[in-house]
């Protein structure tokens, strides 16, 4: 009988110890996963971070080139108005020019009519 009972508490005991080891591996296992999970979530963070910072980047470097384009491309339109103005001055500044000239030989063709009306009778 005492055989029967010390070989019933020993097998309970194995079969306890067995759950708390089986209890203690589960555990275990739960904080592996748990660990796992929060590398794998910072990992994922810290992609979408980099992404962020990178899209941020491109962004940025596009909007630079733009402002860049917009400005050579207003540059370039006012070198087109200076180029055009400046012709229109020159073409202005030639017809007072001319207009000089021809005020001039028209003057210069009155006084000498004068002259010839006056000086031919006498």
Known sequence: MRFILV??????????????VMA???TNLGSDLKQDMGSM???AKGDMA????????NFKAKRDQMKDELKAKREQMKSEMKTKR??????????KNA????????????KEAVESTTAGPY
């Open 7 to 20: 070989s019933a508490v020993a097998s309970a005991l194995v079969i306890g110890g067995g759950s708390l």
């Open 24 to 26: 203690d591996e589960l």
């Open 41 to 43: 979530a910072s990992e």
């Open 86 to 95: 400046d012709a229109l001055k020159a073409e202005r500044q030639e017809m």
């Open 99 to 110: 207009a000089k000239a021809k005020k001039g030989k028209a003057q210069k063709k009155a």
């Open 50 to 57: 980099s992404e962020h910072e990178q899209m941020k980047e």
